[in-house]
């Protein structure tokens, strides 16, 4: 037997990293028969039981003896490739999270699925139904010829409803046989319906197609002015990638987004995409994620999950409303989908586009200094105008007392509806009212569980916490005084304000649209058809009405409360108001006549609503970026959180101010250096602020406290938290730690 022989009859020794809350992989013997290779699938005995996970590195021969586990089976799935592995291993560094953790992300789909439910197709037997109506006959005479057809497709044929399939089966008319499951994703044609894009379209498309070929990390920023043209663009970016044979995938923030967007993509390329959320099912994801690894899925468009599929040749990532902060993941794994997809785009030598009318100021930041490619769209499509923005000064002209709507936007919208058009009523509040009093005690509703009050939701008859969900009946008496008809809602929700509507203009056909209401992401999608046909007269939404939406026959924008999140102290709070405000207010006239918004405020002269008003994009920019970079804000300088948190304060501010002395006692080290407790800290050094009491000191019973992390880009972050973690007490009693990287909100 030769010596190479010989290495291949003889086991080898293995690193199997496992989706479990561990950082290092798991050695076992893998019997030679098996030929693992990195990325492989396996199941192997961890503790007393078979636990799943993936061979990560091969290490090479057992040698003689070792008291390692051998590796129970191969699994019949693709393997990750070396890139996504990449990826993983990124992703946990940069967010001080378990590999195992960080794995779960991208295998949770294959583990879930159960077998594949078959696919039932139906086609006619030789037997005739007792009665032979019209509409059965319709459908006996769809299932001539032995063919077998899906339910739904023999009942679109005979122009009837399933049930009447259901009862010929009953009856033996129609058999059901099990077929082969349904093609997860058909055919994409580049050539479909290519477009006559404008100018300015065909400029910004040219310079993405030129991007995917050679292959290499390109990123750019396309920027365009809301109803620009920006998907079209990108639409002749995935045509290329798929004419190169790759994959592409599609990043969208919010699930209700997906409607509008597959019937845009199936007339681009005659089929729609496979999608990509938690309103898929699990055996749907399954097929899904092993079609991304065998390549037969081209493209998928999903929300920030789908960041985390085995694609097997991805050429193109795009992150559309690159701005949005539902990238943002807090649970579990802290990520922030925009920026980890532009690091596996890197990885997998790919091109993405972020795509919005409002950048992040990180992403502006990184195009306008020549990291990213910049391209932009200063113009709506096919000449059609923005709208006029007008400001309502609420100190002059607001609204009678218990009134929202001020006299102006009420004129504004009757008018509206005359003309046959639609008006949108936005605010960004969800329920009937934020807060609900007694007026006799000054009792308020507070959650049990948070530091937080109750939203009273009057559709639903209850008072909701909208931060861990704890819902009560909303009584008739008050719970402190026992007063009865004492209670009183303050202030105005999107229920409150349709009620209002209602009051103002009886004949109109209204809707709320709110993520609040029964009926998920299909209710939603449902919803937004309607709005796109013209089925309402006004709609009244918080931010899910800002987000992409294309509806024709809106031409009126009223922003009720445009203050609301300004007096915050969060750094962003300027941002998001600017980009919020954009672009629920760029809802306006994308059909063909002009649109108008009217935007309420009490502090008209504000940077941010004088910036709307005037259309001066630039200039609210470049306020916003001098500061950042004045006070060493991201993009400028770094920032980490830890959430320190127990079920009771003492025990938890007790582990912060531990978690803190340790910081201030590390030794120096060359990648980091600590600022004294209280210094103004020097030229690279990292500042510790706190612990504090969190703004939401209570969240689903347990109390919580931040310390923040402030450096410079210089500074290596991720090490001095390690450092710090290491040095600090470990977390008993209940206790927990959360790391937080690049936190975008500071409650």
Request: hydrophobic share 40%.
């Amino acid at each position: 037997m030769s010596a190479a022989q010989d290495e291949d009859e003889r086991a080898r020794v293995v690193e199997i990293l496992a989706p479990v809350a561990v950082d290092s992989t798991y050695s076992y013997l893998a019997p030679a028969a098996m030929r693992l290779s990195p990325g492989d699938s396996v199941t192997a005995p961890l503790g007393r039981r078979e636990a799943y996970g993936v061979v990560w590195s091969i290490d090479g021969d057992s040698g003689p003896g070792g008291n390692l586990k051998t590796v129970s089976a191969r699994l019949d799935r693709p393997p990750l490739s070396q890139q996504l592995r990449g990826f993983i291993d990124w992703l946990a560094r940069y967010t001080l999270t378990p590999r195992g953790m960080a794995l779960r992300l991208a295998t949770r789909a294959a583990e879930e699925a159960g077998p594949e439910a078959p696919r039932m197709l139906y086609r006619a037997t030789d037997n005739v139904p007792e009665r032979l109506t019209p509409t059965r006959a319709r459908v006996l005479k769809a299932a001539e010829g032995g063919v077998a057809f899906a339910k739904k497709a023999l009942a679109e044929a005979a122009a009837c409803s399933t049930g009447v399939i259901d009862a010929l089966v009953d009856e033996g008319a129609l058999e059901a046989i099990a077929g082969p499951a349904a093609p997860i994703a058909p055919p994409l044609d580049p050539l479909f319906a290519a477009p006559a894009l404008e100018p300015a379209q065909q400029d910004a498309a040219d310079a993405l197609k030129a991007s995917l070929s050679p292959r290499a990390f390109k990123p750019f920023l396309l920027e365009g002015v809301t109803g620009s043209g920006k998907t079209e663009v990108y639409f002749e970016a995935i045509a290329r990638a798929l004419e190169a044979g790759g994959q592409a995938l599609v990043m969208m923030p919010e699930i209700a987004l997906t409607t509008q967007f597959l019937e845009r993509f199936a007339a681009r390329f005659g089929e729609k995409p496979a999608e990509w959320h938690s309103g898929v099912g699990a055996r749907k994801r399954a097929r899904i994620w092993r079609g991304c690894a065998t390549g037969d899925v081209r493209v998928v468009v999903g929300a920030r999950s789908a960041l985390f599929l085995p694609f097997s040749d991805l050429r193109l990532i795009v992150v559309d409303e690159e701005h949005e902060g539902a990238y943002k993941q807090d649970d579990g794994v802290s990520y922030h989908a925009r920026d980890m997809a532009v690091v596996r785009a890197r990885i997998e030598e790919a091109t993405i586009v972020l795509a919005s009318a409002t950048p992040s100021i990180e992403t502006r930041v990184n195009a306008m200094r020549g990291r990213y490619g910049y391209l932009r769209l200063d113009s709506r499509a096919r000449a059609r105008l923005m709208p006029t923005l007008e400001a309502i000064d609420m100190r002059k002209e607001g609204p009678p007392r218990g009134r929202w709507i001020a006299p102006r936007l009420a004129l504004a919208v009757g008018e509206t509806m005359a003309r046959g058009e639609q008006a949108l009523l936005f605010l960004n509040r969800r329920g009937y009212a934020p807060l609900t009093v007694c007026h006799t005690c000054g009792h308020r509703f507070r959650c049990e569980h948070c530091d937080a009050w109750l939203v009273e939701h009057r559709f639903r008859r209850a008072l909701m916490c909208h931060h861990c969900g704890h819902i009560e009946r909303r009584p008739n008496l008050c719970p402190e005084c026992g007063s009865e008809d004492s209670l009183a809602a303050c202030g105005p929700g999107v229920e409150r304000l349709a009620e209002e509507a209602a009051t103002l203009f009886p004949d109109a056909r209204i809707l709320v649209l709110s993520s609040d209401f029964p009926g998920g992401a299909d209710r939603l999608r449902r919803e937004l058809e309607e709005i796109a046909k013209g089925s309402f007269d006004i709609v009244i939404g918080t931010q899910l009405v800002a987000k992409g939406h294309n509806f024709p026959y809106l031409t009126l924008v009223g922003v009720i409360d445009a203050d609301l999140g300004l007096g915050s102290g969060d750094p962003r709070a300027a941002e998001r108001t600017f980009q919020l405000l954009n672009q629920v207010t760029g809802r306006a006239g994308r059909g063909d006549k002009p649109g108008r918004a009217l935007i309420q405020t009490f502090h008209p002269s504000h940077p941010v609503i004088a910036a709307l008003l005037s259309g001066d994009a630039e200039k609210f920019y470049e306020q916003e970026i001098a500061i950042r970079e004045r006070a060493g804000l991201p993009p400028f300088g770094r920032l980490a959180a830890l959430i320190v948190s127990a079920k009771d304060a003492a025990t938890a501010e007790a582990h912060a101010r531990a978690l803190a002395r340790a910081a201030h006692e590390l030794p120096p080290s060359p990648r980091y250096r600590v600022a004294a407790p209280g210094a103004w800290p020097e030229q690279n050094e990292i500042a510790l602020l706190g612990p504090a009491e969190a703004p939401i000191a209570l969240i689903r019973g347990r109390y919580r406290f931040r310390l923040l992390a402030k450096g410079p880009r210089s500074a290596d972050m991720q090490a001095f938290l390690r450092d710090m973690l290491a040095g600090g007490p470990k977390e008993r009693g209940g206790v927990r730690v959360q790391v937080d990287v690049d936190p975008q909100n500071f409650s």
